[in-house]
Antibody, heavy 121, light 111 residues
Framework: QVQLQESGPGLVKPSQTLSLTCTVS??????????WTWVRQPAGKSPEWIGR???????DYNPFLRSRLTISVDTSKNQFSLELSSVTAADAAVYYC?????????????WGRGTLVTVSS | IVMTQSPLSLPVTPGEPASISCRSS???????????LEWYLQKPGQPPQLLVY???NRASGVPDRFSGSGSGTDFTLTISRVEAEDVGVYYC?????????FGQGTKLEIK
């Protein structure tokens, strides 16, 4: 079955760029009409949607993060990635990649296990 | 869209029913007639898992003791008979607008 796995550094210095990759296994990132999504969850808080991308590279971003955010897809590697620049302590969270079902349902039906990102010098 | 849940903490005796309320700051009814409200359960140390979509549709593999109801701006998740495995934090989430937003969460614990 399809699985998602996040990877990337667990520690990022303030003002630097956070880079994470989600690898899709057990299926093609290009199949279906899915959107591939990033969600983060600060400790003890609710999840926060970061942004989404489809296999064609069409993106939508959280407007509160848009100026610092880039999400990209590499279909040859079956991966999609997140880059968040100029990080601060407020960006510390567990970062999840997730699959969004697409029209007409728009639900998150598959999640990675999450990766903890700490922001500290 | 702001999502507001109540209660934030819910102690329940096994076998008893439980309900969680969720209110959205605007209607989640789409012009196609569907209502874009979802419920997720996050068990300790795990990512959220989908329980209900389009307000009242149980996701695949979800026990039938879970049911979602409501319309417009007011929604309810009901567990007919709580089991020990149901502990965790329950979130409602709106999927009407692309800036998907979650409620604050309701922590269900067993008495």
């Amino acid at each position: 079955q399809v699985q998602l796995q996040e990877s990337g550094p667990g520690l990022v210095k303030p003002s630097q760029t956070l880079s994470l990759t989600c690898t899709v296994s057990g299926g093609s990132i290009s199949s279906g009409s899915y959107y591939w999504t990033w969600v983060r969850q600060p400790a003890g808080k609710s999840p926060e949607w970061i942004g989404r991308i489809n296999a064609r590279g069409n993106t939508d971003y959280n407007p509160f993060l848009r100026s610092r955010l880039t999400i990209s897809v590499d279909t040859s590697k079956n991966q999609f990635s997140l880059e968040l620049s100029s990080v601060t302590a407020a960006d510390a969270a567990v970062y999840y990649c997730a699959r969004l079902s697409g029209a007409p349902y728009w639900y998150f039906d598959l999640w990675g296990r999450g990766t903890l990102v700490t922001v500290s010098s | 869209i702001v999502m507001t849940q109540s209660p934030l903490s819910l102690p329940v005796t096994p076998g008893e029913p439980a309900s969680i309320s969720c209110r959205s700051s605007q209607s989640l009814l789409q012009t196609n007639g569907d209502t874009y409200l979802e419920w997720y359960l996050q068990k300790p140390g795990q990512p959220p898992q989908l329980l209900v979509y389009l307000a009242s549709n149980r996701a695949s593999g979800v026990p039938d003791r879970f049911s979602g109801s409501g319309s417009g701006t007011d929604f309810t998740l009901t567990i007919s008979r709580v089991e020990a495995e149901d502990v965790g934090v329950y979130y409602c989430m709106q999927a009407l607008h692309t800036l998907y937003t979650f409620g604050q969460g309701t922590k269900l614990e067993i008495k």
